[in-house]
């Protein structure tokens, strides 16, 4: 079953239409800025929520950016596995994840290293997590806390809706 954040955050009923941005110093391929938005698309197709990419990173809601170890908010990341993301609750707005990664991006191709983790399903639970979304206790949904590396689960579960829309 879903969950929450404590005192259950969430962006306020006047501020619908949310944007975000990647951090300029990031240097993003529109692969990646795809992805991203793909994962928010899954989220807005069952809210009232809508999802733009703004080119000020000062200014939008939610900040998006790749960092290793220590990056100034107290939460380092640690290298390769281990963490590999975090979001904060709304309204920080703060999606991180860990430069350290062997991030794939678009297709699953092949056998790697057994490291690789999938952009996609990371960036659909983080933002779950942006807009409020706690873990989950229910094994196919998003929320649920754990994740196989190379596995691809970017498919809301129903569980997840059913969170998303107590929220929103
Ligand atoms: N990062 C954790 C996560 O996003 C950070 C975290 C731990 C957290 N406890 C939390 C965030 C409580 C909010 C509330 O869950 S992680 C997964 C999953 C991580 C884990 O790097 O461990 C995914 C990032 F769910 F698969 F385990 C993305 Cl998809
Ligand atoms: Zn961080
Ligand atoms: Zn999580």
């Avoid at 306020?12 to 991203?36: E, G, H, I, M, W």
């Avoid at 281990?82 to 309204?91: E, M, R």
């Avoid at 779950?128 to 196919?140: A, C, K, M, R, T």
């Avoid at 649920?144 to 691809?152: E, K, L, N, Q, V």
């Amino acid at each position: 079953h879903y969950s929450f954040f404590p005192g259950r955050p969430r962006w306020p009923s006047r501020r619908r239409d949310l944007t975000y941005a990647f951090d300029p110093r990031n240097q993003l391929s529109a692969d990646v800025k795809r992805v991203f938005a793909n994962a928010f698309s899954r989220w807005s197709e069952w809210t009232p929520l809508t999802f733009t990419e703004s080119g000020n990173y000062f200014t939008a809601d939610m900040k998006i950016g790749f960092y290793a170890g220590e990056h100034g908010d107290g939460e380092e990341f640690d290298g390769v596995l281990g963490t590999l993301a975090h979001a904060f609750a709304p309204p920080r707005g703060l999606l991180h994840l860990d430069s350290d990664e062997t991030w794939i991006v678009g297709e699953i191709s092949g056998s790697g290293t057994g490291a690789e983790m999938d952009l996609e399903s990371v960036a659909v639970h983080e933002i779950g997590h942006l807009l409020g979304l706690g873990h989950s206790s229910v094994e196919n949904a998003i929320m649920f806390p754990t994740i196989a590396s190379g596995m691809r689960k970017v498919e809301l579960d129903r569980d997840d809706v059913e969170g998303i829309q107590e929220l929103y």
